[in-house]
């Protein structure tokens, strides 16, 4: 590395930050207003429109990345849905519900100027119910006044409140750092997997696809007691399914089946539903109506398991109801509209006929291998020497940038990091990451590459 101009302890930390595993996730709840989208803000630290489309305005992005301190981690925001609809208490303590499910540690944010009210204090049973860490933060201490105020919310039991101004940045550091003691490095559903459980499985797609009648479908009789599995503590929203001779578990399951009626916020409700399960699984099985044209909906439910970094597998569902003209659309639609997640391996199901379910497993066990798959350094850089002198990148400015060497920082998905002489274009990098799945497969899986360039 040295001689190709790179201090060796860039090129280590380089490879350290990209290949950093899941990151755990914080979860901000509270009530309405009392400044949950200002404080997301705050923490993510870009004035996005978290606060501005409201109220009404459905959302689909739920969660955001974040660092402080060195380190990243996810936020889930919930402050972007109506209230209005189920009543107040009932909303809040399902939003909350969700949230802190799908989450390593919580900051519940309560209006300092107003006091804890009961909603506050339902919250406040769900979170001692849940047992995840959780930092209190009194929010609108705008200034040193505000302070006795939060003192208040000693009497909420849940440790020293921590006064901010989610509006002005006041006190956030501090209640940052309390954060960043919360959470756990990794987040706890994930990976570490030391006993070696059963696999987990999002069965995500918009309302009506048929999650829930393929759920019934694969579960039919299989359904596995929990307690004849010895070690497996069973979340009760998930369930253990046996499918091929493999158990499995469909994270999240309850929100397939419970269905919710409402009308307004229900697809914000969706949204962040499916990003709780798709956080606590490691594939997501994404369920397209393939009766119905592809729409935006059916686009960012994939974009948030390819931007979770889960292993996925498409399942076009209702294929008995497809006549020859809609199959034909419908492979043209497939092209245009997914045609960046071509990689993800595809299966045409029925769940009322059962058609081709047997290909359900192949395929997630499939998207599993590729999202695991280590490339040895050594093989790595002997295929990017190859490439890169088959195919060299364009001039620009009198001067070929070019990839030096490079390396699999890390999997689940696969992570690699590619240092080079000079700025790498966007298109140079789809045709690597292009040629990267030519060469090793990957299928099923989304691929990061980042790109460092000497100094
Ligand atoms: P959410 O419904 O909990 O997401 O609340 P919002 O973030 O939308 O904030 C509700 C209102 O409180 C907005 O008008 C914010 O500007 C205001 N607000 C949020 N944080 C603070 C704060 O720290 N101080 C003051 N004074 N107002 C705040
Ligand atoms: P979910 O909202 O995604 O859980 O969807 P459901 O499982 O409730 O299914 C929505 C509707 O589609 C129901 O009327 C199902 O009977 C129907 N459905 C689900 N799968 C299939 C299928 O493979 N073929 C046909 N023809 N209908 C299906």
Same mark, same amino acid.
């Given at each position: 590395?040295?001689e ?7 090129v ?45 305005v ?13 380190r ?13 609809? &189920? ?26 100027k ?14 001692r119910?849940?047992g ?19 003192a ?17 940045g ?7 750092d309390?954060v &960043? ?53 069973r979340?009760?929203?998930d ?27 229900a ?41 979770a ?41 029925s ?12 395929a997630?066990?499939t ?16 295929? &990017? ?16 940038p ?12 696969p992570?690699?990091?590619?240092f ?12 690597i ?23």
């Amino acid at each position: 590395a040295a001689e190709e101009g790179f201090d060796i302890e860039d090129v280590e930390g380089a490879i350290e930050a990209a290949g950093h595993g899941p990151l755990p996730v914080l979860a901000v709840v509270g009530r309405p207003n009392v400044g949950k989208s200002t404080l997301v803000n705050r923490i993510i630290g870009r004035r996005e429109a978290v606060v501005e489309d409201k109220p009404g305005v459905t959302r689909d992005r739920v969660t955001y990345e974040a660092e402080w301190a060195g380190r990243r981690f996810k936020v889930v925001d919930t402050g972007g849905w109506e209230q209005d609809v &189920l009543g107040i208490d009932a909303s809040v303590a399902a939003q909350a519900e969700y949230a802190i499910e799908a989450a390593d540690a919580v900051v519940f944010v309560v209006d300092a100027k107003v006091g804890a009210t009961d909603t506050d204090e339902a919250v406040v049973r769900l979170l001692r119910k849940a047992g995840k860490p959780v930092v209190l933060a009194a929010n609108k201490v705008d200034g040193p006044s505000g302070e006795a105020d939060a003192a208040y919310l000693w009497n909420l039991g849940l440790g020293e409140p921590h006064p901010v101004s989610a509006l002005h940045g006041r006190g956030t550091g501090d209640m940052l750092d309390a954060v &960043l003691e919360a959470l756990p490095e990794a987040p706890a559903q994930t990976f570490g997997t030391a006993i070696g459980g059963p696999r987990r499985i999002a069965l995500i797609g918009r309302p009506n696809v048929g999650k829930s009648s393929l759920l019934n479908k694969v579960a039919g009789e299989e359904r596995v007691v929990v307690n004849e599995i010895a070690g497996t503590t069973r979340d009760p929203v998930d369930e253990l399914i046996e499918l091929g001779g493999t158990t499995w578990k469909f994270v999240d399951t309850a929100g397939i089946r419970k269905r919710v009626h409402l009308q307004q916020g229900a697809d914000y409700y969706a949204s962040l539903r499916t990003a709780a399960a798709v956080e606590k699984a490691e594939v997501a099985v994404v369920l397209i109506d393939a009766s119905e044209n592809i729409s935006v909906q059916d686009q960012r439910i994939i974009t948030m398991a390819v931007e979770a970094g889960r292993a996925m597998v498409i399942a076009y569902n209702k294929w008995d109801t497809l006549d020859e003209e809609r199959r034909y659309y419908l492979e043209r639609e497939i092209e245009t509209e997914l045609g960046q997640v071509a990689w993800a391996p595809r299966v045409n199901v029925s769940a009322r006929t059962g058609r081709h379910m047997e290909k359900l497993v192949p395929a997630i066990e499939t998207a599993l291998a590729g999202w695991e798959t280590r490339v040895p350094t050594g093989r790595l850089n002997a295929f &990017l020497g190859e490439l890169v002198s088959a195919h060299p990148h364009p001039i620009r400015g009198g001067k070929q940038p070019r990839i030096l060497f490079g390396t699999q920082a890390g999997t689940k998905p696969p992570r690699f990091v590619l240092f080079a002489s000079g700025f790498i274009e966007a298109g140079y990098r789809r045709f690597i990451e292009r040629r990267l799945r030519e060469e090793f497969g990957f299928e099923g899986t989304p691929i990061h590459i980042s790109v460092r360039v000497r100094e």
